[in-house]
């Protein structure tokens, strides 16, 4: 039960706007960590912050005991730390296996074994029959499951998975699901996992941290943090 | 499918012809004047290849690579006009110095995201047009540098026709475009690719941008110094409004953008489209009508830029897609 990522009294400012205060928790190696709070709460910005697209003003993210701020982005992937975006961001005018091809650069010093490694990593994710499919082709589903396959394939010790579910059917979702918990289970991936939906977020998720204005209002197992009086109050709007 | 002309020896065969093409070029067309636009052709070619590696692969359009132009051409024609050494020693000082000149530019602006390397770059030329202005001692000033006339010959790079000329530039643009397709096809073109199409997803997918945007940038300076020193020692002169023009800046990407950014060969394409229409308006029109061939080549290019952005090249790889079923 080891912590594989530290997060300390992290903080983000956006002019008058503190949309990160003091945000501190840990991350236990090997669980799926759910993430949830109101639109505006600061669960993209946390993520951002984690990995450096948008560095915090202060604060620390420690991961196998190196501070990940101040490192730039592209190398905080290459360590071990892989984020997906919020709004679907692929090469849309590249084939599906180049898609993938581009993140096993990291690993594979040619084009050919990178390209194997990728087709490899869409049959995890049920997308090889697409390989050559350019990707702006593709449904939203399988371009979401698409931008998972290209943070996979950096063979993440950690996944920051930002709202992949958006804009999917229940059958689209449950396959997600399942494809996200098998890595977890059968690759060793730990998971943070911000989601609207909160029936997928409680089927996957071992501990559920609530968010609001910036600062965690709980932390704990999924039936407790969402009977929380706090986390009700935060998403009915109470006070 | 696999009949189809999209397999490898099909391939080869159409690299052959063209190659042959290009090669007898000076056998059929027979004119000099025609074998002096082709000689534009390869050199503009080569150059606009050279800028597409950082400004279409990468989409980090550079608006100063004539900088690179010109200090190829003036240091062909300053070490024959003023030192008396070979042009064939101009060629490696220039790509040392375009190389540096890339570094300094690429090491501070591709640090950013946004448009600085554009901006940078835009400053460039007027700053070195400038130098060779003022730097009189070096550069002979606004008066330029000619080179004396000197026995021809391949060490002097001057000959009686333009036909040996010739054969050197088509040896580099052919270098060129191999370098070229070999990027397009490496670990650095697939990263150049994700750059161009999304800056964002390729930080997540561990590309490290500045590094590829670096290794881009000085292969293209150091072939942009080269089309430059032998443009240099193929006019024997160079002044500032020559070496360092806005004309040559434009042409580099217009070449590129019509020819298409996309492909390897886009660009030598595009020059050898527009070089000789350029060449043949100018000769026919006359007077008033010159501005009218003007006139032409511009709306010419806006049609282009409106209706198929990806210029020629992309028109080819839609129609090649409908006949093959496959993407170029």
């Known amino acids: 039960m080891s912590a594989i990522l ?34 505006g709460a600061g669960k993209s910005t946390l993520f951002n912050a984690i990995v450096g697209v948008v560095p915090p003003i202060s604060g620390h993210v420690w991961f196998k005991d190196e501070d990940l701020v101040g490192v730039p982005p592209h190398e905080v992937m290459a360590k071990g730390v892989a984020k997906t975006s919020q709004s679907v961001q692929v090469f849309d005018e590249m084939s599906v296996l180049d898609n993938v091809a581009v993140a096993a650069l990291l690993k594979n010093d040619s084009i050919k074994s990178a390209r194997e490694a990728a087709r490899g990593e ?26 998972l396959a290209r943070a996979m394939m950096l063979h993440p010790a950690v996944l920051l998975v930002d709202e992949v579910m958006a804009g999917l059917n229940e059958v689209e979702v449950d396959q997600m699901l399942d494809r996200m918990m098998q890595a977890n289970r059968e690759r060793g991936v730990t998971l943070i996992v911000i989601e609207h939906n909160m029936r997928a977020l409680m089927r996957i998720s071992h501990r559920i941290l609530a968010l609001d204005y910036g600062a965690v209002i709980a932390l704990g197992e999924p039936a407790e943090v969402s009977k929380n009086q706090r986390v009700v109050d935060a998403y009915l709007g109470v006070e | ?23 007898l070029a000076p056998v059929y067309l027979q004119s000099s004047y025609s074998v002096r636009i082709l000689v534009l052709v390869c050199l503009f070619g080569a150059a606009s290849t050279g ?10 359009i550079s608006l100063g690579h004539t900088v690179f132009f010109g200090i190829g051409a003036y240091a062909t024609v300053i070490f024959q006009g003023t030192l008396g050494l070979s042009p064939w020693l101009a060629i490696p000082t220039g790509i040392v110095l375009a190389v540096i000149v890339a570094l300094l530019i690429g090491w501070p602006t591709f640090q950013l995201s946004g448009h600085y390397f554009a901006l940078a770059t835009l400053a460039l030329l007027p700053v070195f047009h400038i130098i060779a202005t003022y730097w009189e001692d070096l550069t002979g000033g606004s008066v330029g540098i000619s080179v004396p006339i000197l026995p021809s010959g391949l060490d002097t790079l001057q000959f009686d026709t333009p036909t040996p000329f010739f054969y050197i530039a088509a040896v580099l643009l052919v270098l060129v475009m191999i370098l070229a397709r070999w990027v397009r096809q490496s670990v650095l073109g697939l990263q150049l690719d994700a750059i161009r199409l999304n800056p964002q997803a390729s930080t997540l997918a561990g590309v490290n941008q500045f590094r590829a945007k670096m290794k881009a940038l000085v292969m293209s300076a150091a072939v942009v110094a080269v089309a430059g020193s032998l443009y240099g020692a193929f006019l024997q002169f160079m002044d500032p409004d020559t070496a360092f023009s806005w004309n040559t800046t434009l042409n580099l990407v217009l070449f590129a953008m019509v020819g298409g950014v996309r492909f390897w060969w886009g660009p030598a394409l595009g020059a050898l489209i527009l070089i000789p229409f350029g060449e043949f308006a100018s000769a026919q029109l006359t007077g008033n009508l010159a501005a009218l061939g003007q006139l032409a080549y511009g709306v010419l290019l806006i049609l282009l830029v409106l209706f198929q952005p990806r210029g020629i090249g992309g028109l080819f790889s839609i129609v090649w897609q409908k006949a093959t079923g496959r993407k170029l």
């Open chain 2, 51 to 60: 800028w597409n590696l950082i400004g279409g692969y990468a989409n980090q």
């Open chain 1, 122 to 147: 869409l049959e995890f994710w049920g997308l090889q029959s697409f390989a050559d499919v350019i990707a702006q082709d593709l449904t939203l589903a399988q371009r979401s499951t698409l931008e």
């Open chain 1, 6 to 39: 530290r997060v300390q009294d992290l903080s983000q400012r956006f002019g008058g706007l503190h949309a990160l205060k003091d945000v501190s928790f840990d991350i236990i190696d090997g669980e799926i960590l759910g993430i949830i709070g109101p639109n």
């Open chain 2, 1 to 23: 499918m696999r009949s189809l002309p999209t397999s490898r020896p099909w391939r080869i065969a159409f690299y052959l012809v063209a190659l042959a093409a290009l090669f």
